[in-house]
């Protein structure tokens, strides 16, 4: 019986040296990708960068100084995710890793996300990620690597991100469900859930609602030091646990802290999210179904050098 138990158990995931190996990382031009592949490049990987903007592309490379495989490619449309994998397949001859890293972020209260904002997020958080795995799966031998970025959000709610925090919970049960699945083919999957990052991000986040007044606690919540963290120590971070292959990684304290209390304490995190929310601005008496990005609005003064700083880093 323990001999029939053993044949049914997968091995256990051994740490994968990635000096050689061959990653895939979309959202790869600007902000938290950059950083990844900053540690990828780092640590002798080939990298081949997936981005909608081939500009971005380019000056990506430029700011990373290592050579990287520049694939345009709108991971929302399947034909274009299955001919850049193919480009990958062509240039490297497989696949060794695969980090579903896009992602997109609406600020807003709630009565004012139309239908065409869930449609987004889960394009974006739901359906891509799928695409990429069903792409890459036939080209990646045991000892492969998924490893699907969600977010905190993903885990634990957060109030005025409602398409954002529904699309990350479900690309959370769709990388559980993987990592089960594709065990015995001895793919190693990891949920990653990053804290919030000072990546320089803000100016690309479509606001709705009281578009300034959204965007300003937005802004102060993702670059106050003491809230948010590094995103170049989130990446190291996350490429560790890919390396390892963790079943999750939860990029900072102050996350597996918000996740610890809403599982022993639910209703009290509840409360906490009530009481934040009553700070958080009203909705709009009009035009706030009307998305704005952050680039036409005006951050706090305190907080503009520094989104300054790390954009010019994170191709932001």
Known sequence: MLQALRRHVPPPVRTIDLNDRVVVLTG????????????FLGEGAR???????????????NLLGHPALLVPCDVTDPE??????????????RVDVLVNNAGTIEVGPFEHMLDEDWEVALDVHLRAP???????????????????????????????LAPYCASKHAL????DTLR?????????????????????????VLVKGRHEEEYRWFVTMDTLPVVSQRSGQ???????????????????FQGRLAVALDAVAPGFFAWT?????????????????????????????????????VGRRNNE
């Open 80 to 93: 274009q995710v299955k001919g850049a994998v193919a480009r990958v397949v062509e240039r490297y001859g």
């Open 172 to 175: 959370v049960g769709l990388s």
């Open 130 to 160: 799928l695409n990429l795995v069903r792409a890459c799966l036939p080209h990646m031998a045991p000892g492969g690597r998924i490893a699907n970025v969600s977010s905190i959000g993903g885990l634990v709610a957060v109030p005025h």
């Open 180 to 204: 089960a699945e594709l065990a015995p083919r001895g793919i190693a999957v990891t949920t990653v859930c990053p804290w919030l990052m000072r990546t320089g991000s803000p100016p690309h």
């Open 47 to 61: 990298v081949a960068l997936l981005a909608r903007d081939p500009r971005e592309l380019e000056r990506a490379a």
């Open 234 to 252: 989130a990446a190291r971070r996350i490429v560790r646990a890919i390396r390892r292959g963790d079943a999750r990684v939860v990029t900072a």
């Open 273 to 309: 999210m009530r009481v934040f929310e009553t700070f958080l601005p009203r909705p709009a008496a009009e035009g706030g179904e009307e998305g704005m990005l952050g680039a036409h609005l005006r951050a706090p003064e305190w907080a503009r050098p520094r989104l300054a700083e």
């Open 28 to 39: 790869g031009s600007r902000g938290l990708g950059l950083e990844l592949a900053r540690v």
